[in-house]
C-alpha cells in the first residue's frame, strides 16, 4: 500500500503500470518532485490509493517468477 516513485524510461513502467509515481532518473529535480508529491498526498489520497498499491502488487510473487522461469527452461530444453 505504499507509493513508489521509480524511472519512467526502463522496464519499471510495465510493471508500476498506472499506480507508481514515474520520475526521469536523470534530472535530480524531477525525482526530487516525485518524491515530494508522494510525501504531500493527503489521508483521503493515501487511503484511495492503497488498495490499488496492494492489489497491483499481489500479481507479482516469487512463486509466479519460479513458475515462469521453470515453463522457460522447459519451452527451451524442450521438456
Not at 9 to 31: H, K, M, Q, R, W
Not at 48 to 73: C, F, G, M, N, R
Request: hydrophobic share 35%.
Amino acid at each position: 500500500g505504499t507509493p513508489v516513485v521509480c524511472s519512467k524510461n526502463s522496464s519499471l513502467t510495465e510493471i508500476g503500470a498506472d499506480v507508481a509515481f514515474y520520475c526521469n532518473p536523470s534530472s535530480a529535480v524531477d525525482i526530487a518532485e516525485k518524491i515530494k508529491e508522494v510525501c504531500s498526498l493527503s489521508e483521503n489520497q493515501r487511503s484511495t490509493l492503497a488498495p490499488k498499491l496492494e492489489d497491483h502488487a499481489k500479481k507479482y510473487t516469487w512463486q509466479k517468477v519460479a513458475s515462469e522461469t521453470i515453463e522457460v527452461y522447459r519451452k527451451v530444453f524442450k521438456y
